[in-house]
């Protein structure tokens, strides 16, 4: 299989990889993407659920999804890069970082899925628990997949609470990527990310992710939504103890899907330090 990507464009400069969040397409960060395509050469990468022959009942961590952000950047020749991932995406990021700090020279991780310590513990005792533990897994299972039409599923999910955020063309780039045309001739269109496969990632949630914080090398910027259901100011507070040289930046207002939510204010964030981390490097460079 091929892990394939998106390409945003840009004008060159480092190459930046984003890799999204649980069922959303890479498409669906556009507007984040924008704004940073004056400095930056911005591409998506579709993760493991997106591929059309992937099998979910084999993925049994998150590990190999760090090993496919490893194997497109390899792919592209696209080392040195700044590695941006959301939610899922940002716990494939950092996996991929420790694997080969040699190939991603800085981390933005936004909303990473850091959960709390005694859960994961009680998961990673007890694997089969997890579809009992985290009720996203049963909330994919019984997602709706199949709509008459694009627009059919816009306005579906523009009635959810999850949305509620997110303005309409932030919606309608997710649509037109989340969906793909169903196989049987009926006209109708269905999930790129299948339920069974959302449901799955929710299922193998990484334990190990608070031991392999202190483990990052590489310049690293946090991101959290204010309003997150996602990352808890306990959470939040201990990613903070485990890995001091950070920087980390709260939104206001938002939620899990910030970058979705207030896309320009993120990407200023992440612009804005970006520069900074840049500067100082050449700025070093020069003193030596």
């Known amino acids: 299989m091929c892990v394939t990507n998106h390409d945003f464009g840009g004008r060159g400069g480092p190459h930046v990889l984003l ?19 004056d400095r930056f050469r911005v591409w998506g990468m579709y993760q493991r659920p997106f591929w059309p022959a992937a099998r979910s009942e084999e993925l049994r961590d ?4 760090g090993d496919d952000v490893v194997r497109l950047i390899e ?3 696209l080392d040195g890069i700044v590695g941006i991932g959301h939610s899922l995406g940002g716990v494939a990021m950092m996996y991929a970082a420790i694997q080969r700090p040699d190939l991603i020279q800085a981390l933005v991780l936004i909303e990473p899925v850091f959960l709390p310590p005694a859960l994961l ?5 007890e694997p089969e628990t997890a579809v009992d533990r985290l009720p996203l897994c049963r909330i994919a299972m019984n997602r709706r997949w199949r709509w ?10 523009r009635s959810k609470a999850v949305f509620a955020r ?27 990310c299948p339920p069974e496969w959302e449901s799955r990632i929710h299922a193998t949630a990484p334990t190990d992710v608070w031991a392999c914080i202190p483990r990052i090398t590489q310049p690293t910027l946090g991101i959290r939504g204010a309003l997150t259901d996602t990352i808890a100011p306990e959470e939040w507070n201990r990613w903070q103890r485990l890995q001091p040289a950070a920087t980390f930046r709260e939104v206001a207002g938002v939620g899990h899907l910030l970058p979705l939510e207030v896309p320009e ?9 970006l520069a900074d981390i840049r500067g100082r490097q050449v700025h070093g460079a020069a003193m030596r």
């Open 148 to 157: 008459p039409s694009p627009a059919a599923a816009f306005h579906h999910w």
């Open 75 to 77: 792919a592209n020749g």
């Open 265 to 273: 204010a993120v990407a200023a964030v992440v612009g804005d330090w």
């Open 19 to 37: 890799a999204h969040a649980n069922g959303f397409p890479p498409t669906a960060y556009r507007r984040f993407a924008v704004p940073l395509l």
């Open 62 to 65: 998150w590990h190999v999804l």
């Open 166 to 192: 997110v303005p309409d063309d932030v919606l309608w780039d997710h649509v037109f990527g989340a969906l793909r045309e169903a196989g049987d001739g009926s006209g109708t269109v269905e999930l790129a």
């Open 121 to 125: 513990e009680e998961i990673r005792r």
